[in-house]
């Protein structure tokens, strides 16, 4: 047990590279230019190196430009667990999809000693319906249901319409006219963008992109990476 990669790979290589459709595309540019305000977030961290353009990226970085925020990221989890998993996600990424499983088996293996940070990270060149999904998981976390909405659209990936996004939100018991016109204000969307930004200058090569405790994790078993992260803090664990 442990083993990750079966879920995960998709088009040659660990989880880094799962979307690796997305990589060869549009991401391939926007990495290597980043916005201003993806400019602006590596400056406050000390980081403007770490965004390059084509001729310096082989000095790659494998870090998480953005510190994990307990008032403001979504942590599935103790929020004192001694390993961190941040998941960069797209709620219509078909790998994000096949990875859930794992990710989900993974919190159970590792019980306290692991929390879960997911943030948004949609392409919406490949995926029309992700950005909207992504506001809703907000909508529905400004009511207290981030992660009841996360676990309905990552199940239901090809059902991510406006109408599907309300029947989540009845189902749930929201509060549907708030949600509808926070969608519809696209309320959560500086959240979202927030997010995609950090994707950026942490260079997300695409989703899912997993940290481990700040790393990112390019191998073939998180696992297995995971299991390293306890071992180092001291826990005692399979």
Not at 43 to 50: A, S, Y
Not at 132 to 148: I, T
Request: charged share 25%; hydrophobic share 40%.
């Amino acid at each position: 047990g442990g083993r990750f990669d079966t879920s995960v790979k998709g088009n040659g290589g660990g989880p880094a590279q799962a979307c690796a459709a997305l990589a060869r595309g549009p991401l391939i540019a926007r990495r290597y230019r980043p916005s201003a305000q993806a400019l602006a977030v590596a400056q406050r961290l000390g980081r403007i190196g770490v965004l390059m353009d084509d001729r310096t990226a082989d000095h790659e970085t494998r870090e998480l430009a953005v510190e994990v925020d307990v008032r403001r990221d979504h942590i599935r989890g103790p929020e004192d667990a001694p390993i961190t998993l941040v998941e960069y996600g797209d709620f219509e990424c078909e790998f994000c999809g096949r990875a859930e499983l794992g990710v989900r088996a993974l919190l159970e293996r590792f019980g306290d000693d692991l929390r879960l940070v997911w943030r948004h990270f949609p392409s919406v060149q490949q995926h029309p319906h992700a950005q909207l999904a992504a506001e809703a998981a907000e909508a529905a976390g400004a009511q207290g249901a981030f992660w009841a909405m996360h676990d309905e659209l990552i199940t239901h990936q090809g059902a991510l319409t406006h109408a599907d996004l309300t029947r989540y939100a009845e189902k749930l018991g929201l509060d549907i006219a708030r949600f509808q016109e926070e969608l519809r204000l696209h309320v959560h969307a500086g959240h979202v963008a927030e997010d995609v930004e950090s994707a950026y200058a942490s260079q997300a090569p695409g989703t899912p992109t997993f940290f481990v405790n700040g790393r990112r994790h390019d191998g073939e078993s998180l696992g297995a990476a995971l299991q390293a992260a306890r071992s180092r803090s001291g826990r005692v664990g399979k």
